[in-house]
Each structure stands twice: as structure tokens, then as C-alpha cells.
């Protein structure tokens, strides 16, 4: 868990400040949509709404820090993964996040 939400946020700071490279994204996008779907069972409960809330701030830094054609290849795999997450997922601040995110 602390692992991958703390991927996510360097992520997202990384590309906020414009430190991640365009030619990396290839690397990066695959990574944060297994993060958008982060669900771990434990007992009776699943954690991993933080993981999907920093998937989404990373979703939303890359939208800001790029522009739409260097996004252009992997915009269709975002969107349709945000969607899912701003319809259907069980916690109200991880759909907030995720409209947030498919807004910009």
C-alpha cells in the first residue's frame, strides 16, 4: 500500500513541477492505471482508496503539465480508466478525485 501511494505522489509532484520527461510517460501511464484499480483484500474490508485518490492527482498533474498532443497516446487508456473510477468507485473522494481529474 505505502508503496504505491507513495509512487503515485512522486509521480504527480514530478510531473507538476515538469521533472518528468514526456518520453518517460510510456514507462509512467500503465503504471497509474494498475494504480487506478488498486483494491487489496483484508479480512472483511479492501483498502487502497488512498492509492486510487493519488492515481487520480497523478492523472490530474499529468493534464496540467502536458501538453494534449504528448498526451495523445495514452489519453483514450486515462480517460476511459477515470471514468470507471469517477462512476463506480465505492469511496465519494476517489470519484471526486477522478471527475476532477477528467475534467482538465
Known amino acids: 500500500d505505502e508503496a504505491w501511494h507513495g509512487g503515485c505522489l512522486a509521480l504527480a509532484e514530478l510531473a507538476r513541477r515538469g521533472l518528468l520527461?514526456?518520453?518517460?510517460?510510456d514507462a509512467?501511464?500503465?503504471?497509474?492505471?494498475?494504480?487506478?484499480?488498486?483494491?487489496v483484500r483484508k479480512g472483511a474490508s479492501s483498502?487502497?482508496?488512498?492509492?486510487?485518490?493519488?492515481?487520480?492527482?497523478?492523472?490530474?498533474?499529468?493534464?496540467?503539465a502536458y501538453a494534449p498532443e504528448v498526451?495523445?497516446?495514452?489519453?483514450?487508456?486515462v480517460a476511459k480508466a477515470l471514468l470507471a473510477v469517477a462512476?463506480?468507485?465505492?469511496?465519494?473522494?476517489?470519484?471526486?478525485?477522478a471527475s476532477a481529474a477528467f475534467q482538465e
Not at 520527461?21 to 510517460?25: A, G
Not at 498526451?71 to 487508456?77: Q, S, V
Open 21 to 25: 520527461l514526456p518520453h518517460r510517460l
Open 28 to 39: 509512467v501511464v500503465p503504471v497509474v492505471l494498475l494504480a487506478l484499480k488498486y483494491d
Open 47 to 64: 483498502v487502497g482508496a488512498h492509492v486510487r485518490d493519488a492515481a487520480c492527482y497523478v492523472c490530474w498533474a499529468f493534464a496540467r
Open 71 to 77: 498526451m495523445a497516446g495514452h489519453i483514450l487508456a
Open 87 to 97: 462512476v463506480f468507485d465505492r469511496e465519494v473522494n476517489c470519484r471526486r478525485a
